[in-house]
T-cell receptor, first 112, second 117 residues
Framework: GDSVTQMEGPVTLSEEAFLTINCTYTATGYPSLFWYVQYPGEGLQLLLK?????DKGSNKGFEATYRKETTSFHLEKGSVQVSDSAVYFC???????????FGKGTRLSVIA | GAVVSQHPSRVICKSGTSVKIECRSL??????MFWYRQFPKQSLMLMATSNEGSKATYEQGVEKDKFLINHASLTLSTLTVTSAHPEDSSFYIC?????????????FGSGTRLTVV
């Protein structure tokens, strides 16, 4: 079945450091790919998405590019802030009313 | 943008009682609602999928008689945890799928932290 694998956390970075969280997927067909962020005690918020190969999703300084050849959707940010501390989930979706398939999540802690 | 209002955000109940969690879609029609459970420091586990006006489809291992899901309208879905026990303590999150998939249509509620004592 479809699956998402993302790097194990926790990830601890100093403020203004470069962030990469790796995500790869296994799926038949052409899924859409997402990054969600979860702040402590809250639900999930969509961070960015890409619906086809070579699309780049971006939001709040975060970017991820849909790479079909490597089945990857790595999340990057050039300069993290303390407020970026959260859990990040990579996910995929097929067409129709199918649920999202999530990775296990990566906890990011940014220290001042 | 699309918003899903989930209530209550936190609930503490006694063992053996039932708890109802509501998710309402604001300003859009949710044809499909997904219910997830999340254990501490873990990913989301899909419990069930419900479509408006029909019975929910439960994932393997989820007791349908314990976790009652109702999706009677396009703006409201409820999850009732019946005869709750301490092992049901968890974070429950709903996700609504738009009838028209703006922003690709997955909008999450803010979650409900259930503690059974």
């Amino acid at each position: 079945g479809d699956s998402v694998t993302q790097m194990e956390g926790p990830v601890t970075l100093s403020e203004e450091a470069f962030l990469t969280i790796n995500c790869t997927y296994t799926a038949t067909g052409y899924p859409s790919l997402f990054w969600y962020v979860q702040y402590p005690g809250e639900g999930l918020q969509l961070l960015l998405k890409a619906t086809k190969a070579d699309d780049k999703g971006s939001n709040k300084g975060f970017e991820a590019t849909y790479r079909k050849e490597t089945t990857s959707f790595h999340l990057e940010k050039g300069s993290v802030q303390v407020s970026d501390s959260a859990v990040y989930f990579c996910a995929l979706s097929k067409s129709g009313n199918t649920p999202l398939v999530f990775g296990k999540g990566t906890r990011l802690s940014v220290i001042a | 943008g699309a918003v899903v209002s989930q209530h209550p955000s936190r609930v503490i109940c006694k063992s053996g009682t039932s708890v109802k969690i509501e998710c309402r879609s604001l300003d859009f029609q949710a044809t499909t609602m997904f219910w997830y459970r999340q254990f501490p420091k873990q990913s989301l586990m899909l419990m069930a999928t419900s479509n408006e006006g029909s019975k929910a489809t439960y994932e393997q291992g989820v007791e349908k008689d314990k976790f009652l899901i109702n999706h009677a309208s396009l703006t409201l879905s409820t999850l009732t945890v019946t005869s709750a026990h301490p092992e049901d303590s968890s974070f429950y999150i709903c996700s609504a799928r738009d009838r028209v998939p703006v922003n690709y249509g997955y909008t999450f509620g803010s979650g409900t932290r259930l503690t059974v004592v």
